[in-house]
């Protein structure tokens, strides 16, 4: 749990990026952190949001390691080029956003790679922020042998026929019978993308199938309250739901 561990314990992580076999082999690049020690240790997936494949989510890679997780966050922008994380998001969403194929591809690439590590405890979790977590919940619903998934306001989950795309051609929310893990998720009541009248919808949709799911909204928070750089950040909400991420995490993913 957050800021729990005792001040004479040892500590200590490696980050780097790697290369890793993405959608349909393709080698992409990957942001990867892990304790050291000989563990075993659960993974985490984390998938970016619209922003990039960015500082802030290298750094909450960082944090799950530093809570006892191998942490790997796949580039799933890597097929656009490479430059700054706000210019490959920008040709992502010139481009109409990442195919859902593509994302998934590299998620179960992701996940193939945590287990296969010497290290590994053979459990593994997925979250994502944003778009991120509508690809979350995606993968959920989509990739088998995940066990643990953490929405945090994916917006689009719920998605109007005219909206669909070829590269998103299904809603997510579509696919929640085929929902396979538990499921968290954490909402801003303030925020319009999702708008609550959305998370509503799915709530109803996984009652509706005797889903495990856990959803915390939280009042005063819109959109990205975790983003600490910019004037969504609420770090009281935040902070609270973090620690019930790792309460989540831990009890799926620890034991």
Not at 95 to 102: I, L, R
Request: net charge neutral; hydrophobic share 35%.
């Amino acid at each position: 749990m957050w800021n729990q561990f005792r001040t004479d314990e040892y500590q200590g992580m490696l980050a780097e990026t790697i290369t890793m076999a993405g959608h349909k082999g393709d080698l992409i690049h990957a942001y990867f952190s892990r304790p050291l020690g000989k563990g075993p240790f659960p993974g985490v997936i984390l998938i970016p949001h619209m922003p990039g494949w960015d500082e802030f989510y290298r750094e909450a890679a960082r944090r799950f390691s530093q809570h006892g997780y191998v942490a790997i966050c796949p580039d799933i922008y890597c097929r656009f080029g490479h430059g700054t994380p706000e210019e490959m998001a920008g040709k992502a969403r010139n481009a109409g956003g990442v195919p859902d194929d593509s994302v998934l591809g590299d998620c179960e690439g992701a996940m193939k790679y945590l287990r296969a590590l010497p290290y590994s405890n053979d459990k593994v979790g997925i979250i994502g922020t944003c778009s991120g977590g509508r690809h979350s919940f995606l993968a959920a619903c989509r990739i088998n042998g995940l066990n643990a998934a953490v929405n945090c306001w994916g917006g689009r989950v719920v998605a109007a026929k005219q909206d669909l795309t070829p590269g998103q051609p299904v809603a997510p929310i579509d696919y929640t019978s085929s929902l396979a893990c538990p499921l968290l998720g954490i909402f801003g009541n303030d925020d319009r993308f999702p708008p609550p009248e959305q998370v509503n919808q799915l709530e109803e949709e996984l009652k509706k199938y005797g889903k495990n799911y856990q959803f915390y909204r939280y009042d005063g928070a819109g959109h990205g309250f975790w983003y600490y750089h910019g004037d969504m950040y609420r770090p009281k909400q935040a902070m609270d739901s973090w620690q019930k991420v790792f309460e989540f995490f831990g009890k799926y993913l620890q034991s």
